[in-house]
């Protein structure tokens, strides 16, 4: 069978996507579980996180959240059996590609996933699921009653967060990066306290939370990342500055970062002291790299599932990606020029000319070609009279097989 795997170079910017053959074991180790992949979701790839763990190798695997059916179990194996519907993430040091027919994953990884949710749903949602747990749970400590700042708020973990403090009675203030990300966080039901446009140079963030906050600050700050120094790329000339988030921190508040690189100035660590906050840093990895907690990680996953299935999380299809376009999808997901997408093979029948009652429904998958729908980061709703979300360059691949 094949699957899809990065072949490094020398430097990250030089990382190629290919398809390659590979094989699944034929023997099951005690503890493992063999599952027959029904959707893959791809996301960009830190290969520094390889590098530091020791994990280099020349080709690495793509695709790790995967949803699928139990095909089989090994001798102690005791939380799933054959035909069981699950979902999970593949431990950073796999060599197997989540793109292929088939992995063998330890039963560790995975949990089971409620019938009536179709695939590309949970396959979709599972790791920025995981990452809004990790910051407002493991780190920020959210309880009702706190106000959270989420900054870039249309993005896919953005809404999920969104949604998440909402179902716990935080009160939510939300960045938008464009005029249609503004619009669509207006619309969001439960509605955000606050959308902040910060792409309106007349809009102040800092301003606008102390006034929303009657001059306290928020109690909980996740950040999209931060502007480091004056000359920035285009594309992060929207970031706020650390001196700005400390300064829209309360007393005693969280601030949770995705930049790997910060580093905070004297006067920085000064203002964190003297207003008791704290700096946390946001790897959802060190979930599944370490055993320590692997009880509360399969926890977590399982919580997601089901407010899947309740309707708390709310993600919704979108349009195909053909699936020979894998390699060129992934590093367009790489250079963060897109965010997620999904395969299904009921649109398949459509490029083909044939009849298609229902576009966005979950197919009986008969075979390993197939297409793509979106997972798309502006909709929350399967209202049909809810309006359409706003186009976008950003979304990540996930693969029906």
């Known amino acids: 069978m094949k699957g899809l795997y ?100 330890n039963e560790n990884h995975l949990v089971q996933k409620p019938e ?35 900054l870039d708020g249309a993005s896919p973990f953005g809404v999920l967060s969104i949604q998440l403090a909402h179902y716990h009675g935080v009160k939510v203030l939300a960045s938008a990066l464009s005029s249609e990300d503004q619009k669509f966080l207006e619309q969001l039901r439960p509605s955000v306290a606050r959308v902040i446009g910060v792409w309106d140079t007349k809009v102040d963030l800092v301003d606008s939370c102390l006034e929303e906050t009657g001059g306290l600050g928020v109690d909980i700050v996740i950040d999209s990342g931060v502007r480091l120094h004056e000359e920035e790329p285009e594309a992060r000339c929207l970031l706020p500055y650390k001196h700005d988030i400390i300064t829209l921190l309360g007393v005693g508040g969280h601030w949770v970062t995705t930049e790997q690189n910060l580093q905070l100035d004297p006067p920085d660590s000064r203002s ?39 309707g708390t999380l709310r993600p919704q299809l979108e349009d195909p990606v053909p699936l020979y376009d894998a390699t060129v999808s992934m590093e367009m997901v790489q250079k963060k020029q897109v965010r997620k997408s999904y395969r299904n093979e009921e649109r398949k029948k459509q490029h083909r ?49």
């Open 6 to 105: 990065c072949k490094v170079g020398e430097t990250a910017a030089e990382a190629k996507f290919v398809i390659q053959e590979t094989n699944v074991p034929s023997a099951l180790g005690s503890n493992q579980v063999k599952v027959q992949v029904k959707a893959c979701a791809l996301s960009p790839l830190d290969l520094k996180l390889h590098e530091d763990l020791k994990l280099q190798r020349d080709l690495v695997p793509v695709g790790r959240e995967i949803v699928g059916i139990v095909l089989q179990v090994g001798p102690k194996v005791t939380f799933f059996q054959p035909d069981d519907e699950v979902v999970g993430i593949l431990p950073l040091d796999t060599a197997m590609s989540g793109l292929c027919e088939a992995v063998v994953i």
């Open 272 to 310: 964190l002291f003297l207003k008791a906050a704290s700096l946390s840093f946001l790897n959802e990895e060190v979930w599944g790299a370490s055993s320590a907690r692997q009880g509360r990680y399969l926890h977590i996953m399982k919580d997601i599932v089901e407010k899947l299935s309740t």
């Open 353 to 401: 000319g044939l009849r298609e009652e229902h576009p966005h429904d979950t197919a009986h998958i008969g075979s390993t070609q197939s297409q793509a729908l979106q997972y798309h980061q502006f909709s929350m709703e399967y209202c049909p009279f809810a309006p359409p979300p706003p186009p976008s360059p950003f979304w990540v691949s996930c693969w029906y097989i």
């Open 116 to 150: 009536k949710l179709r695939w590309v749903e949970v396959a979709g949602a599972i790791r920025d699921g995981l990452r809004a747990y990790t910051a407002l749970h493991t780190l920020a400590r959210m309880v009702s009653g706190h106000t959270l700042l989420v």
